[in-house]
């Protein structure tokens, strides 16, 4: 089985400094795991993967995560935070033996403020 | 211009009523799913389907049913025998394994 934990519910940071989200995992596969942004009443927008290729990836908008094996985690990060950044933020792990069933976290919901 | 189309957007529906909501993708993916989202609790996975005319049942499908007659349609039924369908729902839809999911704008069922 396979399993996400999202350390934080609620993370507020001011605009222009560093954004840090954490997540651990657990999974019995080599995992592929997502990050995945939702702003209010709208669908989820892909951040970035990871599916065994390096192990700090970039994504879109600044943001990046590195994984760690032997921490188990999948933190995401990016440098300095705009207000455009305010929104829910899941982390992700994806089962590729069973049909490419996604396991959520239960989200962190990140404000930004002047 | 490619992409998932939920409709509709909003929903209403009084106890008792079935209602179905619509997903169509035109990005030519084999798998889709539905998922449904309460506030708190992340996304839970209804039903899946990787492949046209089968599907299978994901972590909360009682109350819930699917088809998928063509490869680029995927709607889900609510039924009367869900106990607390208002949420908010999700189609997504994947090239295959290893890939990541692409998401629908999603619709807000709200049971009167």
């Known amino acids: 089985a396979q399993s996400v934990t999202q350390l934080d519910s609620h993370v507020s940071v001011s605009e222009g400094t560093p954004v840090l989200l954490r997540c651990n995992y657990s999974s019995s596969y080599s995992p592929s795991l997502f990050w995945y942004v939702q702003h209010p009443n709208k669908g989820l927008q892909l951040l970035l993967k990871y599916t065994s290729a390096a192990t700090l990836v970039k994504g879109i908008n600044g943001f990046e995560a590195e994984f760690k094996k032997s921490e188990t985690s999948f933190h995401l990060t990016k440098p300095s935070a705009h207000m455009s950044d305010a929104a829910e933020y899941f982390c992700?792990?994806?089962?590729?033996?069973?049909?490419?069933?996604?396991?959520f976290g239960t989200g962190t919901q990140l404000k930004v403020e002047l | 211009d490619g992409g998932i189309t939920q409709s509709p957007k909003y929903l209403f529906r009084k106890e008792g009523q079935n209602v179905t909501l619509s997903c169509e993708q035109n990005?030519?993916?084999?798998?889709m799913y539905w998922y449904r989202q309460d506030p708190g609790q992340g996304l839970r996975l209804i039903y899946y389907s990787q492949i046209v005319n089968d599907f299978q049942k994901g972590d909360i499908a009682e109350g819930y049913s699917v088809s998928r007659e063509k490869k680029e349609s995927f709607p889900l039924t609510v039924t009367s025998a869900q106990k607390n369908p208002t949420a908010f729902y999700l189609c997504a839809s994947s090239p295959g394994p290893y890939n990541e999911q692409f998401f629908g704008p999603g619709t807000r069922l709200t049971v009167l």
């Open positions: 990005l030519n993916h084999d798998a």
């Open positions: 992700v792990v994806s089962d590729p033996g069973g049909g490419n069933k996604l396991t």
